[in-house]
């Protein structure tokens, strides 16, 4: 008798929906980039690279530019502010309450944390009233609407997804790493950098794929917060899909931003391989 | 357990109450705040329906929604412009007009102005208006009333353009005495430095929100239709705000209701369009937008001044049907966008 | 001298702790104490609950479009907990021949921004001139969940010992009753974690949403983005407490929940 394989019934349905809903879209768009745009939405079936020259220019440069060193920003940030609080809860007596109390904006609806900071840093917003009425400024600040904003909501919409995967690496670290480093007369800073962040390189890792990702990829953030001044090639995708109708131009920016985020994701998998190797040879 | 399972039969029944009823369906897809809520509840009363209302900031937005999937709608509201294009691409249904008789009502000085369906065919004329700036007073005392306002430093950051190529770079290319239909790459070229020299002094680009943000007083200049700027003031706000129109000219729209092609209720299509010109109804819609009637019988029973008139309107233009001279403004008005 | 180090680590955590949780929550508590302001801009006029009541009685669309919302959530989610649980189990104990490639590109979604996943879907459906609506915007958000679900449950079943089920099977069990009477009873609570995930994600999904809506077919999100856009403020302020509120209560009042998040 033939043994049946079951694996394969098993993830028939996960195939299928995987390569239905996922594998053929993205192909499509790939296919799409080399074709050439019909006015007014669509594509004629005919092959052309217009979808990439057309991005030699300037401006798209510029924009991804901008959208790259936002994105490095806003995560740079996030770690800087996710490393010491996840230690701080690994540490703590109470982690279920001070974990409660990151999940619970992750859990409050992305559009309302961005809306909460735009009815802050607005011109009318709370804290240009604050200033005022205490005297502090004599006409309102411009808070609202430009490339800090965007990074400030970037980095309060990310951070919990920053802080989780990173307390649960803190929260396995053996501490004794760390005392016995100093007893072999390590410094502080040594002993930071030497064991400490390598041995949370994991969490390192997923909390910054967490947050620079979805950064590179920002399209309501920049639209809501941003101004005139701060288009992220999400906003040019949306454009031309949604107002110009340049199906291929859309689809070779969407294919230059996956390239952009492999590379990103690639590099930093890398730096820290070899990181981890150099460490392995000491 | 037991909760859960509370839980999710609460959550069933909250889902479940909304499907009751198998009344028919109209799917509008307008502009916002375009239509007062008593005018739809008005139809949906009288024709026992549901009216199914969605809305968009742009023509071109509407456009490629409707292009990418996006159908199912019976009824839109395109600009002349791009009802001409859907003509074109045939995405329209033909007019029955003999379910529309109140289309006598309208005025014949601007049917005669239609170009692209003279004898309404396809698209039967709803407002007639032009996208102003919007001032608050109470801030600025001293300004320019056309579009060179934007070029005082002393607002930054307190005035918004429309987030709109066809009324933005119509609008400079008027104030350069140029046709807002101009596919003149040297005259373009000319109308994106002047319109990059208003966009360092702005804080955004807004078609959705100018309204409401003039109104709070977060905005003080605003590029845009005056009924969005009015609906939000009350009796208190409405003295400090003028609305100009440039003497120079500018662009102006007629905006038409136009029957879907996979419409799937046409008969009901048809009549919400003959409603809407029933003089009482479209005199409702006038007061609440305070835009001058293009309906004649309804301007007897108009209770509001609007904020201008048809003749104000004199020296602005339609905008036209670009076909693929669009790609040059689209490339225009991309390198205006994400120039720093 | 370590002892004085330790301190200063300690204390330094806890000045970013402590900001932090600021951080996170004096915008949200903004958002709380505003929505009882009585006026529409951010200068307090004096308490009033008339957003409240201009949330409940006159906002049909919204509770139309959160109706919208819970349609989707629950039963994207509890497509995608099926296929990936069974998809999970298939692949974790299985060979066979386009392994790698699952693994793979199963895992794709996670990392790709999601925007790409909403054009991508917009265009096939676009091409196949599919009529967008409710259903399209279920297809998405499934496909998105898959790849969490999977996650999520093969971390539970790399926690058990397949000796476990090899014993089933050498007692005579067939592969059915494994299934159904070993494996997924072992994996209820990473099949549990899994589902109010994707209920999470799906809630909150905005951008993908955005790109495969149609004729009334809005969502909470997209309906609060509409607001936010228009500039409807107060009445986000309303909501959003609401919002907080429900969240909050949801989540202290039931254990299970926290259990299950917190893993």
Redesign the interface.
């Known amino acids: 008798m033939k043994k049946i394989n079951y694996g394969k019934i098993y993830t028939a349905p996960l195939t299928m929906w995987i390569t239905f809903f996922f594998v053929i879209p993205t192909s499509i768009i790939f296919l799409y980039s080399f074709l050439k745009k019909k006015l007014r939405g669509g594509v004629l079936w005919e092959f052309s690279i217009d979808g990439y020259t057309a991005l030699i220019n300037q401006s798209f440069f510029k924009v991804v530019w901008f959208t790259v060193v936002i994105s490095i920003f806003a995560t740079f940030l996030t770690l800087l502010l996710a490393i010491p609080t996840s230690y701080f809860i690994a540490r703590s007596k109470r982690k279920n309450l001070y974990l409660f109390l990151v999940i619970v904006p992750f859990w409050t609806n992305f559009l309302i944390r961005i809306f909460a900071w735009i009815s802050i840093l607005g011109n009318n917003g709370f804290l240009n009233n604050m200033l005022l009425s205490l005297g502090i400024i004599k006409s309102p600040l411009m808070l609202l609407y430009n490339q800090y904003a965007i990074i400030v909501v970037t980095v309060y919409t990310y951070l919990p997804y920053a802080i989780l995967p990173l307390y649960s690496t803190i929260e396995k670290f053996d501490f004794s790493l760390l005392e016995a480093a100093r007893d072999l007369g390590a410094s502080k800073l040594q002993s930071l950098f030497k064991i400490f962040l390598p041995g949370i390189r994991s969490g390192i890792m997923t909390a910054t794929i967490f947050t620079f990702i979805p950064a590179l990829g920002s399209y309501a953030i920049p639209l809501l917060v941003g101004g005139q001044k701060s288009f992220m090639i999400g906003n040019l995708i949306a454009r031309e899909l949604k107002v110009t109708m340049n199906w291929p131009l859309a689809s070779s920016m969407s294919v230059v931003l996956t390239v952009v985020t492999t590379i990103g994701i690639f590099i930093f998998l890398n730096t820290n391989k070899n990181k981890s190797e150099l460490k392995n040879e000491n | 357990m037991k ?2 399972v509370l839980l999710f039969m609460v ?1 069933s029944a ?2 479940l109450s ?1 499907c009751k009823d198998g009344k028919s ?1 109209l ?1 509008i ?1 307008n502009w ?2 375009y239509i007062p809520d008593t005018v739809l509840e008005g139809f949906e009363e009288e024709f026992n329906t549901k009216v ?1 209302y ?2 968009f ?2 023509n ?2 509407m ?3 409707l ?7 019976d009824i839109t509201f395109p600009s002349g412009d791009y009802a001409s ?1 859907m003509i074109n ?1 045939g995405m329209v249904a033909k007019v029955n007009r003999d379910l529309v008789p109140n289309l006598k009502n309208i005025d014949e000085n601007i049917i005669r102005k239609i170009k692209y369906d003279p004898i309404m065919d396809y698209s039967i004329p709803y407002m007639m208006g032009t996208a102003g700036v919007a001032v608050n007073t109470k801030f600025i005392k001293d300004f320019p009333k056309d579009f060179s306002i934007f070029e005082r430093e002393d607002f930054k ?2 005035m918004t353009l429309l987030d709109d190529m066809r009324e933005v770079i119509g609008s400079a290319l008027a104030s350069l005495g140029y046709s807002v239909n101009s596919v003149n790459e040297s005259e373009l070229r000319q109308a994106k430095e002047v319109v990059l020299k208003w ?1 360092k002094n ?4 807004d078609s ?2 100018f ?3 003039f ?5 003080w200049v605003v590029n845009g239709y005056a009924e969005n700027v009015f609906l939000e003031l009350d009796e208190d706000t409405i003295k400090d705000v003028l609305y100009f129109i440039p003497k120079n000219g500018g662009t102006m729209y007629l905006d038409s209701m136009v029957i879907l092609k996979d419409s799937k209720n046409v008969e009901l299509a048809h009549q919400f369009i003959n409603y809407i010109h029933r003089p009482e109804v479209y005199a409702q819609i006038a007061d609440y937008l305070m835009l001058p009637s293009i309906n004649v019988e309804a301007r007897k029973i108009v209770k509001e001044i609007p904020t201008y008139t048809i003749e104000d309107l004199a020296n602005n233009e339609f905008k036209e049907d670009l076909g ?1 001279n ?2 040059l403004w ?1 490339k225009i008005w ?2 205006i ?4 | 001298m370590r002892t004085n180090s330790g301190i200063n680590k300690r204390q330094i955590s806890l000045v970013v702790f402590v900001s932090v949780i600021l951080f996170f929550y004096i915008p949200l508590l903004v958002l709380i104490l505003y929505s009882f302001n009585s006026g529409k801009t951010m200068v307090w006029r004096g308490f009033s609950l008339q957003w409240y009541e201009e949330l409940f009685f006159h906002s049909s669309d919204l509770w139309s479009a959160f109706r919208s919302s819970l349609i989707v959530a629950l039963s994207s989610s509890f497509i995608a907990t099926a296929i990936g649980t069974i998809g999970g189990i298939g692949i974790h104990w299985y060979k066979f021949k386009w392994k790698k490639y699952l693994q793979i590109v199963t895992y794709l979604p996670l990392i790709m921004p999601e925007i790409i996943i909403g054009v991508s879907l917009l265009i096939m459906f676009a091409w196949l001139k599919w009529k967008m609506s409710l259903f399209t915007i279920f297809l998405a958000h499934t496909t998105f969940n898959i790849p969490f679900v999977l996650l999520i449950i093969s971390s539970r079943l790399d926690e058990f010992d397949y000796q476990i089920i090899e014993a089933a099977h050498d007692l005579g069990a067939k592969e059915i009753d494994t299934l159904l009477k070993v494996i997924i009873p072992m994996s209820i609570p990473g099949i549990i974690s899994g589902f109010l995930m994707s209920m999470t994600l799906s809630l909150d999904d905005f951008v993908i949403t955005f790109f495969v809506s149609g004729p009334g077919s809005s969502t909470l999100p997209l309906h609060i983005y509409s607001m936010i856009n228009r500039g409807v403020f107060p009445v986000i302020n309303a909501l959003s407490t609401v919002l907080i509120a429900g969240t909050v209560l949801l989540s202290v009042s039931s254990k299970n929940i926290q259990k299950y998040m917190f893993k």
Request: proline letters at 0%; zero cysteines; aromatic letters at 14%.
């Open positions: 909760k859960n959550l909250f889902i909304g369906k799917y897809f916002s705040y199914v969605d809305v900031e742009s071109e937005e456009f490629a929604k292009r990418a999937g996006g159908t199912g709608y294009i691409e950051g307190r966009k702005i804080l955004k680009f959705a929100s309204g409401k943000g109104a709070s007083g977060e905005f693929s669009i790609e689209d991309q390198e966008r994400v120039q720093n």
